[in-house]
């Protein structure tokens, strides 16, 4: 089982910048994939970005597009989510996840398909 410790959070005003980390223990990690989720309050969690298991792939949701990075650390079992050009309506609690699937090639990513999840940690961007 793997616990995922997100770090990183915090209050910034719109058009600032948040870097957060994801740490990764208890199994091995540079074989899964690893996505960044969010959820507002009164909202559906949904989906931020996505890292293929290798880093070589990524893919982001349209509003996130362009103003956020996805990377990982494979050597420090870390996934990173670098957000730039914040809006306030990036304001959630930003969780990471790994994949169910090893070795995962495709481009085909769901919730469904993150079996482990860490706490979350909040982000508010202020207008």
């Known amino acids: 089982q793997v616990q995922l410790v997100e770090s990183g959070g915090g209050s910034v005003q719109a058009g600032g910048s948040l870097r957060l980390s994801c740490a990764a223990s208890?199994?091995?990690?540079?074989?899964?994939?690893m996505g960044w989720f969010r959820q507002a309050p009164g909202k559906e969690r949904e989906f931020v970005a996505v890292?293929?298991?290798?880093?070589?792939?990524?893919y982001y949701a349209d509003s996130v597009k362009g103003r956020f990075t996805i990377s990982r650390d494979n050597a420090k079992n870390t996934v990173y989510l670098q957000m730039n050009s914040l809006k306030p309506e990036d304001t959630a609690v930003y969780y990471c996840?790994?994949?169910?699937?090893?070795?995962?090639?495709?481009?085909?990513?769901?919730?469904?398909?993150?079996?482990?999840w860490g706490q979350g940690t909040q982000v508010t961007v202020s207008s």
């Open positions: 890292i293929s298991w290798s880093g070589t792939r990524s």
């Open positions: 996840a790994q994949d169910t699937r090893t070795l995962y090639g495709g481009t085909q990513f769901t919730t469904a398909d993150f079996g482990s």
């Open positions: 208890g199994r091995t990690f540079g074989i899964y994939a």
